[in-house]
């Protein structure tokens, strides 16, 4: 019988050290309140002179802006809905990015979950996770890769994968493939890039607490997955954003290829 885990406080936000000053960032899924919303306000936080974000929610795209407009600048910040499975939208927020100087990082978050035994899942419900999640993954990738290839820019793509990608849990066959193959996809496709200096490193975290998540997962569900972790509660969206900046910056300038966990749960 596993032992109850008391939940540790959450540590006081870190407060910014300028990691990535005078760079433009492009984030997907970057509306809402999970980890691409604490992406962005991270990387502005951090210094970034502008950062593009997308989403398909065409509501809370306008009032993200709004609202970082009001404490960032309004020069500093640009949204455009996107749709990653759709290879015009990917270019069209690259064509943002290169307006304002070019992508110099390009930090892929846009995934789609769901739970479904493989005994029932149909072809649409596969497909749809993995066009979304792997497939969009990988047009962000190529596009800011070849963006970055053509301007000259040692750039950095940083991907969100997840603990599923590497475990085994019910109801998940098509996330957890998915999952799977960003974190293959980071690892080939750094060695493509390696020779033109970018670096592509992705975060595997596991339970990152947002109102969205207490909405669709019962109590009951929320407190085994809590105590599944090392600290006994859910990492804040913050924290892993934390971690996708520490890859986007010069810290990290020599690691590529790299999945790095963001939970005790390697597997």
């Known amino acids: 019988m596993t032992a109850t885990r008391p939940e540790q406080p959450t540590p006081a936000y870190v407060p910014p050290h300028d990691l990535l000053r005078d760079k433009v ?73 290169d307006e304002l100087g070019g992508v110099d990082v390009m930090i892929n978050n846009a995934g789609l979950g769901g739970t479904t035994s493989v005994l029932e899942m149909t072809d649409d419900q596969w497909l749809k996770v993995l066009d979304i999640t792997l497939n969009g993954a990988f047009r962000c990738v190529r596009g800011a890769g070849q963006r970055m290839v053509a301007n000259g820019t040692r750039g950095v793509i940083v991907n969100n994968a997840s603990v599923i990608g590497w475990r085994a849990q019910e109801g998940q066959a098509h996330y957890a493939a998915a999952k799977a193959g960003v974190m293959a996809l980071t690892r080939c496709s750094a060695l493509d890039l390696a020779p033109h200096g970018i670096r592509v490193n992705a975060v595997s975290p596991s339970l990152a607490m947002h109102p969205f998540l207490e909405k669709v997962t019962s109590p009951e569900l929320l407190h085994e997955l ?26 990290s300038s020599y690691l590529t290829g790299e999945v790095v966990s963001v939970s005790s749960q390697h597997a």
């Not at 105590?227 to 810290?251: I, T």
Request: proline fraction near 1%; include cysteine.
């Open 226 to 251: 809590k105590q599944r972790e090392a600290f006994g509660r859910a990492a804040e969206p913050w924290e892993v954003a934390n971690v996708m900046v520490f890859l986007a910056s010069d810290y």
């Open 25 to 97: 960032v492009a984030v997907t899924a970057g509306a809402g309140a999970g980890i691409g919303a604490a992406v962005v306000r991270r990387v502005l936080e951090e210094g970034a002179r502008a950062v593009v974000f997308s989403d398909t929610h065409e509501r809370r795209l306008a009032e993200a802006e709004a609202q970082l407009a009001e404490e960032f600048g309004a020069d500093r910040v640009r949204q455009l809905v996107c749709d990653v499975t759709q290879e015009s939208d990917v270019q069209a927020m690259l064509d943002v990015a």
